[in-house]
């Protein structure tokens, strides 16, 4: 062999390895890990940060405008509507405190994630959209609902033919929900701002004929994302490009429901059905509930014929999973996310004993919630796969205990 083919060949086989470590990001990781993170967020994840420029960029805060004069993220509200109705959303700027510090961020009705829209299926509901953000333009996108193309949220500049709403003006949105199960909305204009500035909502579309019937304790709209931060601020979003990754911009701390502290009650034995979307604009989220047991009853097509046993949910961005968990024991269980490198915290369960029905009765439970346990002796799997069993007798049984513990 010559020396020059040799030498080709070594060459080549540096190349191939470089490559081969750009890819699988560790490379990536290692050239741009770089800046002061916050302390006091447990969701915080080490990544590769692009450096950031601070001129042309998008910012939560308004030039010249200061973080302390935007007003305080509200809790999101579960907004429930029925056929015909109208509901106004305007596109706004919030603070919300994330890894210990107030930061700015956009917001569908001054929350972060915007309300949780439930509606019938098969009803048609109007929302006008309102933009007052002045900088970004927002649009309505609903996502996995199929609708007329002109509702879609999607700009003619990208092939669509929804106007956005540009600063100050408003565009209305006709949307028919002709599928039951979980969907959401967000701008579909630059994703890595919209998503990662906190533009992002649940649709739940409810089916009370069929869908989702197994009987549980309580549901949870539950969405993950994640937001890049930098000396305790969201790094600023170039205007006129995308930085890193295509489409979106890996976070460094993971938020569920718009915080970095999330958390919910529940009761030894209860099953919480949780509806999770990814609303990410590029991360994968593998979770789990260990010591919980996960029921996979349904995704983005709504409910599944067959339910499974899962050890964790592999959720991509934009996708929806429905899963039921149940809590055998009393104890604070953790929601974790895990990587081939790592495992984090994304939230807790706290896990409390039930509370004897004479003390409920006396007033001590929380309205609306059964603390009752539904589900008697049928937790291994069945050839069915079902824990409770949906039919109408059982939803009935389940109806009149709820009422009979909310008074
Ligand atoms: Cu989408």
Same mark, same amino acid.
């Given at each position: 062999m010559k020396t020059s083919t040799l030498i080709s060949l070594l060459l080549s086989g540096i190349i191939l390895i470089l490559s081969a470590l750009f890819l699988t990001g560790w490379l990536n990781g290692a050239m741009f890990m770089h800046g002061n993170i916050p302390s006091g967020s447990r969701n915080m994840i080490m990544h590769g940060t692009p450096k950031s420029n601070t001129t042309g960029t998008i910012q939560?805060?308004? &030039?010249?405008?200061?973080?302390?004069d935007l007003p305080e993220a509200k809790p999101t509200p579960i907004v429930d509507l029925k056929d015909g109705d109208t509901y106004d959303m305007t596109v706004s700027r919030v603070k919300k405190s994330i890894g210990g510090s107030e930061v700015a961020m956009f917001a569908y009705n001054g929350s972060v994630p915007g309300p949780v829209i439930r509606a019938p299926k098969g009803s048609t509901i109007k929302i006008r959209l309102t933009n007052t953000i002045g900088e970004m333009d927002a649009t309505l996108h609903s996502h996995g609902v199929r609708l007329n193309e002109a509702f879609d949220g999607v700009p003619p500049d990208q092939g669509g033919k929804t106007p956005v709403s540009g600063s100050g003006n408003t565009v209305d949105y006709t949307i028919h929900f002709p599928d039951a199960g979980a969907f959401w909305y967000h701008p579909h204009v630059r994703d890595d701002i919209g998503q990662g500035m906190g533009l992002y909502g649940n649709y739940i579309v409810t089916d &009370?004929?069929?869908?989702?019937a197994n009987p549980v304790n309580r549901e949870e709209y539950v969405i993950l994302s994640d937001i890049l931060l930098e000396n305790r601020q969201i790094v600023p979003f170039p205007k006129d490009r995308t930085d890193h990754s295509l489409m979106g911009r890996y976070g460094n701390t993971l938020l569920v429901n718009g915080t970095d502290q999330y958390s919910f009650d529940a009761k030894k034995g209860d099953v919480v059905r949780m509806y999770l979307t990814n609303a990410a604009s590029a991360r994968t989220f593998q979770l789990n509930i260990p010591g919980a047991k996960l029921k996979l009853v349904g995704s983005d097509s709504g409910k599944y014929g067959k339910e499974t046993f899962v050890d964790s949910v592999l959720i991509g961005p934009s996708e929806r999973y429905v899963v039921e968990a149940y809590f055998p024991k009393a104890e604070t269980y953790t929601l974790t996310h895990t990587t081939p490198d790592k495992t984090y915290t994304l939230g807790s369960v706290n896990v409390s004993e039930q509370i004897p029905l004479s003390s409920e009765r006396r007033g001590v439970g929380v309205r609306?919630?059964?603390?009752?346990?539904?589900?008697?002796?049928?937790?291994?799997?069945t050839p069915s796969m079902r824990?409770?069993?949906?039919s109408r007798s059982t939803r009935s049984r389940q109806t009149r205990i709820l009422h009979s513990h909310s008074g």
């Open positions: 939560g805060v308004p &030039t010249g405008g200061k973080l302390s &009370t004929a069929s869908r989702f609306g919630i059964i603390h009752k346990h539904l589900i008697p002796s049928t937790l291994t799997p824990w409770g069993n949906s």
